[in-house]
C-alpha cells in the first residue's frame, strides 16, 4: 500500500525513535516480532502507524515505556508478552491504546 513495515529491528540503541517516514514512505505497520526478544527500554511509534503487529515487542523484558500514538487502530495478540512489569504506556485519552493498556492491565499516562 506504498507503506513501510518495520520487519525487524537489529540496531544497539536502547531508546529508539521510529521516524514518521523512511526513504519518503510512511511507517505503517510494526509486523509480529519485529522487537522481539531485544534489549530496547522506550520505543516511540510514529503518527503514521497504524498497527502493531503479534507480538511485535515480545519479550522485551527491558522494556518500560512504548509512546503510542491515536493512528494506531490495531494492537495483535501478546504484543506486550514477556515485558517488564514496569511498562507504560503513553497515549492519547480515549485512543485505541489507551484501551488496550486497561484491557489488558497495562499501566498507562496520558500525553502532556
Same mark, same amino acid.
Given at each position: ?6 520487519l525487524r ?13 523512511? +526513504?519518503g514512505?510512511?511507517?505503517?505497520k510494526i509486523?509480529? +516480532? ?7 527500554k522506550?520505543v ?5 502507524c497504524r ?8 519479550g ?16 495483535g495478540y ?7 512489569k ?12 489507551q484501551?488496550f493498556a486497561?484491557?489488558?492491565g497495562f ?6
Open positions: 500500500n506504498g507503506g513501510i513495515v518495520i529491528y537489529i540496531g544497539k540503541q536502547t531508546s529508539v525513535i521510529i521516524p514518521n517516514k523512511i +526513504n514512505l510512511y511507517v505503517v509486523a509480529e +516480532n519485529a522487537f522481539a526478544d531485544t534489549k530496547v522506550s516511540s511509534v510514529p503518527s503514521a498497527e502493531i503487529d503479534w507480538f511485535a515487542f515480545y522485551c523484558y527491558a522494556l518500560s515505556s512504548v509512546h503510542i500514538p491515536s493512528s494506531v487502530e490495531s494492537i501478546g504484543a506486550f508478552d514477556g515485558c517488564s514496569k511498562l507504560t504506556i503513553y497515549c492519547e485519552s480515549n485512543s485505541f491504546a484501551k486497561q484491557s489488558f499501566a498507562f499516562s496520558e500525553y502532556k
